[in-house]
């Protein structure tokens, strides 16, 4: 187990790339004792002393609720949860579960881990939860009658629709779950982060190109969040895209939608059978 000079836990999804390796850094420098949950063990061996790796396929119901439990018996108090993993596939995978892949990671497994770990964040004095997502951008849909994208995959598709997934799931934490962690939702704008390999070369080469013109350093956009872990906002709900509050009534934030999902959500994970989340 890690150990940490000011005894508070942050954990983090995806804490092995880009954003989410950035944040475990920031605050295991601030003394935090960090959990940086990835699936890649080589990239869990780069990460410094002080940070505990547990790998995890976040793809996975069944390992998504395993590292849970994990962190549950090993850390009983939590003071934040940073969810940043996430994905890009240009083709359609299906996962051990029969789901979309990035349906899977990006959304799935954010709202496992919240409900998962909800009790060890409402044993800490300030608890936290931020969701790294896309609030604020109102392009994309949930896919009601193809949730999984069977018919109609594409990329930018399966990416909007999780990240509208993510909005709702903010929405329906912090109304629903009876936590005393405050949910952010927050969209960082472009950044120089995230693992480009699984996307074609040339549109890999266009993006690091466009990087280098336009994209924010991983350390200013993972600033607000290191500061949210230290002082979280008041409100149940904040949503913060590229530094400016989102209002709460955009249509993307819809309280019915949010409910309806996780309405879904709870049905999806009870034909998978009895987990150790919090969700029906």
Same mark, same amino acid.
């Given at each position: 187990?890690?150990? &940490?000079?000011? &005894?508070?836990?942050?954990?983090?999804?995806? %804490?092995?790339?880009?954003?989410?390796?950035?944040?475990?850094? $920031? !605050?295991?420098?601030?003394?935090?004792?960090?959990?940086? =949950? &990835?699936?890649?063990?080589?990239?869990? !061996?780069?990460?410094?002393?002080?940070?505990?790796?547990?790998?995890?396929?976040?793809?996975?119901?069944?390992?998504?609720?395993?590292?849970?439990?994990?962190?549950?018996?090993? @850390?009983?108090?939590?003071?934040?949860? +940073?969810?940043? $993993?996430?994905?890009?596939?240009?083709? #359609?995978?299906?996962?051990?579960?029969?789901?979309? +892949?990035?349906?899977?990671?990006?959304?799935?497994?954010?709202?496992?881990?919240?409900?998962?770990?909800?009790? +060890?964040?409402? /044993? $800490?004095?300030?608890?936290? =939860?931020?969701?790294?997502?896309?609030? %604020? =951008?109102?392009?994309? +849909?949930?896919? @009601?009658?193809?949730?999984?994208?069977?018919? /109609?995959? #594409?990329?930018?598709?399966?990416?909007?629709?999780?990240? !509208?997934?993510?909005d709702l799931l903010g929405v329906d934490f912090a109304a629903t779950s009876g936590a005393r962690a405050r949910y952010v939702l927050y969209h960082p704008g472009f950044t120089r982060s995230g693992d480009l390999s699984p996307l074609p070369a040339p549109l890999r080469a266009a993006i690091r190109v466009a990087a280098k013109v336009a994209a924010r350093p991983v350390e200013a956009s993972v600033r607000p969040v290191v500061d949210w872990i230290d002082a979280p906002p008041a409100a149940p709900l904040t949503a913060i895209d590229r530094g400016r509050s989102v209002p709460l009534d955009l249509p993307t934030l819809d309280p019915a939608a949010a409910a309806r999902l996780a309405a879904v959500t709870a049905e999806l994970l009870r034909a998978t059978g009895p987990g150790t989340d919090d969700t029906p």
């Open positions: 187990m890690s150990t &940490g000079t000011n &005894g508070r836990v942050t954990v983090v999804s995806g %804490g092995t790339d880009g954003m989410g390796r950035a944040l475990a850094l $920031a !605050r295991l420098a601030r003394g935090d004792r960090v959990v940086a =949950i &990835g699936s890649n063990p080589d990239k869990g !061996r780069t990460l410094p002393d002080g940070i505990t790796f547990l790998r995890a396929d976040l793809t996975s119901i069944a390992d998504t609720r395993r590292v849970i439990a994990t962190v549950r018996e090993r @850390w009983p108090v939590v003071d934040a949860l +940073a969810l940043f $993993a996430n994905r890009t596939t240009p083709a #359609r995978v299906s996962t051990v579960d029969g789901l979309e +892949a990035t349906f899977a990671l990006y959304y799935l497994s954010r709202h496992l881990l919240g409900h998962g770990l909800r009790d +060890a964040l409402d /044993r $800490a004095p300030a608890p936290v =939860i931020v969701n790294v997502a896309g609030v %604020g =951008i109102t392009k994309g +849909a949930i896919q @009601w009658d193809d949730l999984q994208l069977r018919r /109609r995959y #594409r990329m930018i598709t399966a990416q909007l629709q999780a990240g !509208r997934a993510n």
